[in-house]
Every structure is written in C-alpha cells, then in structure tokens.
C-alpha cells in the first residue's frame, strides 16, 4: 500500500513539476516579448535590442555583434526604461558611472531616449552626469529644461567641508 502510495506521489510530483516548468517558459516568454516590443520601438539603433531567458534562471540582454562595455551600459539604459513603463516602479535612477563608458554621442542619444520616454509616460527619471560641457547643444537645452538641480564646487557642493 506504501510502495503504490510513495508511486502516486511521485507521478504527482513529477507532473507538477513539469507543469510549473512550462507555466515558466511561458510567463518568461511573455516578459521577454512585451519588454522587447517595448525596447525595439523605444531604441532607434540599427541593432535592436534583445532579452532572452536561455534558462529558467538565467537571462541575456544584448544585441547581435556589439558586445562593448558602452553597448552594455546603453543597453541597460533602454531595458530600465521598458521595465519601467511596463511595471508599477513609480521611478528610475541612473548615476554618472552608467555613462562614463558611453561615447558623447552616446550620452547625447540617451537623453534623447529619456526626453522621448518622458514625453510618452508620466514617471519620474532621476540621472546623475558628469562634464556637461563636452555635450551638444540639444542635449545641453534638454538638460537645462529638465534639471532639478545642479551641484558643483564651493557654494554649489552638496556636501561643504568644515574648516575647524
């Protein structure tokens, strides 16, 4: 009676767990397709963009022979906006050391990115830059039009040191 019930369980089991693994495979195809919809009209690269779940527990972010540290960076720049229109998360950060990898014109496409993301959802974006001057004109009028704050050296410090 023992051996057929411990049977049964394990058929049980077995089965469940093959159901769970497919019910998976289907929910990550699902958040794979919605984000790289919602990536390949929001990135105008000639690449697109693309998530894939290779397994259960892993995935990948990339785009077809452009595997630079810089690609890498705007890579998770355009999937943190996706994540973001698609989900509940009310905001995003990106500090200065995502840029820091990123050619100027790359910096200037960015803000692009995130002025046109702006435009289209009612969320906030929070980015940190560094060496505003080495950008163009655009980018330095969207900028300008769009900082909350600007911090910088004696009075302008976010910090001040105290002198004893």
Request: aromatic share 10%; charged share 30%.
């Amino acid at each position: 009676e023992y051996y057929e019930l411990k049977k049964n369980l394990l058929n049980e089991q077995s089965t469940a767990e093959n159901e769970l693994r497919i019910t998976q495979e289907q929910v990550l195809s699902s958040i794979a397709t919605k984000i790289n919809g919602f990536m390949f009209h929001l990135d105008e690269e000639n690449k697109p963009l693309k998530l894939e779940f290779p397994t259960q527990k892993s995935y990948r972010l990339y785009r077809e022979k452009d595997v630079g540290t810089g690609t890498k960076h705007l890579n998770l720049i355009i999937f943190d906006l996706a994540v973001l229109s698609l989900t509940q998360v009310p905001f995003l950060i990106h500090d200065s050391y995502i840029f820091h990898e990123l050619e100027d014109e790359r910096i200037n496409y960015c803000l692009k990115l995130y002025n046109k993301f702006c435009a289209l959802i009612k969320k906030q974006i929070f980015i940190a830059l560094d060496g505003q001057d080495k950008f163009n004109e655009e980018s330095k009028c969207m900028i300008e039009n769009a900082k909350v704050i600007q911090l910088g050296k004696g009075k302008e410090a976010l910090f001040s040191e105290k002198k004893e």
